[in-house]
């Protein structure tokens, strides 16, 4: 017998392979039935409530508009998609 504790196996596979595809999982996107991605954030100031970002033709796009918005609501405090890409463009976006 190993020494090993037992480890539990990640459930990560049931929002990407759903599609059979492979896709990407972005926060604050998601895919609707129509094959268009929208995109949503959640503003603190509203208590909570979900704040419409819009429908986008790629998840890369409606990921980058999530992004935005999360930078301009939380700031340096934002966790973004592309952390990397929103730090060195416009903060404007």
């Known amino acids: 017998m190993s ?3 037992k480890r539990k196996s990640s459930s990560s596979s049931n929002s990407s392979s ?3 595809e492979g896709s990407r999982h972005y926060r604050g996107v998601k ?3 129509w094959g268009k991605f929208a995109a949503e954030i959640h503003d603190p100031a509203r208590k909570g409530s979900r704040v ?3 429908t986008f033709d790629t998840d890369v796009d409606a990921a980058n508009a999530y992004d935005c ?3 301009k609501l939380r700031g340096r405090k934002a966790i973004l998609n592309f952390p990397l890409r929103i ?3 416009d903060p404007g976006c």
């Open 87 to 89: 730090r060195s463009v």
């Open 69 to 71: 918005d999360a930078f």
């Open 18 to 20: 759903s599609t059979g």
């Open 52 to 54: 419409w970002l819009g």
């Open 31 to 33: 895919k609707g039935p």
């Open 3 to 5: 020494s090993e504790p």
